[in-house]
């Protein structure tokens, strides 16, 4: 309705892109997923298959409609790097930001890897708050460490292309940068808001802030780089805590 609504009002013109690929990720989720997920294929794959196996394969059907997400962005004209689809510039400057008794502002090299164990840390101690953390479970978890490896990648990928890229790229030419960032890193906390980890208000909050920190990423550096690199470490650590919840709890 948004969509067909920007043909009747010409003030609404320029947030034509923007509704037309929020259309493909709602297609992608409530169709494309829906049905993959319950096909005859995926259920012999994984019928069987154990939380983290089971793990694996939302994080397959996530990767693959971003895919679609992608695929609908490039039939509407836009470039790969028009939609962050690449690595980007890392040791770009972090726009706004100077560290103190230096004149140049700091690079995203040292502010990205700074934030990237910072973040992971933060993680740590959360995700250590909730399940058991001991040495002879996680040497009996390191089985399962490539797959959550994985499973990381895919999700990092899947949710930085349809969640973050796609959004800000079609928003960029119609409100600006500072609003697409506001935009784009509040829908993300609200999609943690009603699941995921964390959920609940906790989870706006931080998954909030963590949008900004993202997308801001995308914007300074032009590509996606650093927003997955932060994302699939920040995954890593919950998975691989789910995984030794798994074998904790036999």
Known sequence: ????????????????????????IFLATTVFDPWLSGSVVWSYLFAEANPLVALFSERVVIAM???????????MG????????????????????????????AT????????????????????????????????AALPWLPLALVS?????????AMYRAG???TLLPAVGPKHALWMTSIWFGLGHYYGGSPSGMIGFVFTGLLGLLLG?????TRGMGWSWIIHVTMDTVIYIFMAMSFVYNG
């Not at 090299?109 to 910072?118: E, H, K, N, P, R």
């Not at 990648?153 to 899947?158: D, E, Q, R, T, V």
């Open 1 to 24: 309705m948004l969509f067909a609504a920007t043909y009747v009002r010409r003030s609404l013109a320029p947030l034509r892109n923007f509704f037309a690929v929020m259309a493909a």
């Open 65 to 75: 409609s971003a895919v679609i997400v992608v695929a609908a962005l490039i039939g």
């Open 78 to 105: 836009y470039r790969r790097r028009e939609i962050f689809l690449a690595t980007g510039e890392l040791n770009a400057p972090v726009e706004g930001l100077r560290l103190p008794g230096r004149a140049k502002p």
């Open 108 to 139: 995203w090299l040292v502010f990205g890897a700074g934030m990237t164990l910072l973040l992971s840390l933060l993680f740590f101690n959360f995700m250590a708050s909730q399940s058991p953390v001991s040495l002879p479970v996680f040497a």
């Open 152 to 160: 990381a990648a895919l999700n990092a990928f899947g949710e930085e």
């Open 167 to 169: 959004p800000l790229a």
């Open 216 to 220: 801001k990423a995308m914007l300074d």
